[in-house]
């Protein structure tokens, strides 16, 4: 069983899966971030600090000590790479 999954997550329909899911993670998380930013005259984009401090906090603390709603949030987005990867692995 171990080397049927391990062939699987080595191939190139799993790498293309994770792929497509970590771009629109990406995409979802940058409109995000922009939504959240106020754009300069100059088309920059600058981070209001409550944001940059909450984003700091969580990049500096490991997913087991994150409080239950941030963990949550992790696990949503496990739970869409992990739905890509059996979408596939069912072609």
Do not use: C, K
């Not at 191939?11 to 922009?34: F, K, P, T």
């Not at 984003?55 to 490991?62: K, S």
């Amino acid at each position: 069983m171990a080397s049927t999954v391990n062939r699987f997550l080595s191939s190139e329909a799993a790498l293309e899966a994770a792929a497509a899911v970590e771009h629109e993670r990406w995409s979802h998380w940058q409109a995000y971030l922009h939504s959240q930013s106020e754009r300069g005259d100059d088309g920059s984009l600058r981070i209001p600090s409550h944001l940059v401090e909450r984003w700091e906090r969580q990049i500096t603390t490991p997913y087991s000590e994150l409080p239950e709603a941030e963990r949550e949030s992790d696990r949503e987005q496990a739970r869409q790479f992990l739905a890509a990867l059996g979408d596939v692995s069912n072609e």
